[in-house]
């Protein structure tokens, strides 16, 4: 398939999508076209298999998304600090939902050391989770396993520098309502689990 062929083809698969939502639901974008009210700000990675609305059953306008490689939060990373800062103060979301995947790609990477260029700067973040937890990683001699918990560990990771930012702790010192929360996907079942780290105040932030 040529690239204006693949092209045509995503435009008309757009315009039967648009015909069957107004087919189904009239006022489906007029709706919209309001103002998003989303409760949910999804944090999580590139992977094409891990569509946030499409696993959480929500509609658009319903989670506000933002993704990158390894779901990783950099407090040096301005675009994942502006999406954070809009989803907590202006649309004032309830829910920050920090969620990876196992079989990550990220992950694979830092935990092999052998991602290319650029990738391989920005996943020094994961490669500093596999460092702390060295230890408790070495004791399994199963190879998936290893990185299955590196994906699990990854994600608590990222969850804590979600609530040490001054976005957060900003938010909870004037008494906003907003919880983190850290989930992990499978992309073998479908299904999201919890990893038991929820945060809704400054007290239970990990040292």
Known sequence: MSNQDAMQQL????????????????????????QQRPEYLW?????SRV?????????PGEVFVHRNVANVV?????????????????LQVKHIIVTGHYGCGGVIAAYDGNAPGLVDHWLENVRHVCRQHEKELALNPDRNAVLNRLCELNVKA????VAQTRIVQKAWARGQELTIHALIYSVNDGLIRELGLHINGPDQVPA
């Open 11 to 34: 435009f008309e698969n757009n315009r039967r999508w648009a015909e069957r939502m107004t087919r189904d639901d009239p006022e489906y974008f007029q709706r919209l076209t309001n």
């Open 43 to 47: 944090i999580g990675c590139s992977d």
């Open 51 to 59: 569509p946030a609305n499409q696993i959480m059953g929500l509609a």
């Open 74 to 90: 950099s407090l040096t990373d301005f675009n994942c600090l502006a999406v954070l800062q809009y989803a907590v103060e202006v």
């Open 158 to 161: 990222q969850v804590i520098n």
